[in-house]
């Protein structure tokens, strides 16, 4: 059972790491007070195809590393407890 935890402890380590990397090269989403002032378009073929960009890619990868993260932490949890 201690293999097991030390292995879990590793990919925990590798996905804080990662998480943090990625959560920190990522560019912030709203463009401030003037889009608040003119409005956005919704209905341009960039956000149609946000998804298939660098940016939304890395979206993407956060959210699954982040949704990784709580899965492992209260797996984590368990195996210490036991």
Do not use: H, P
């Not at 293999?3 to 401030?32: E, F, P």
């Not at 960009?53 to 797996?75: D, P, S, W, Y």
């Amino acid at each position: 059972m201690s293999v097991l935890k030390y292995i879990v402890l590793a990919i925990y380590m590798i996905i804080c790491i990662a998480l943090i990397v990625i959560a920190t090269i990522q560019t912030k989403d709203s463009n401030g007070a003037s889009e608040a002032i003119m409005g956005s378009s919704t209905n341009n073929f960039y956000e149609k195809n946000k998804g298939r960009t660098k940016e939304g890619k890395m979206k993407r990868t956060t959210i699954m590393l982040g949704i990784a993260f709580i899965v492992l932490t209260v797996v984590l949890g368990v195996l210490y407890v036991m």
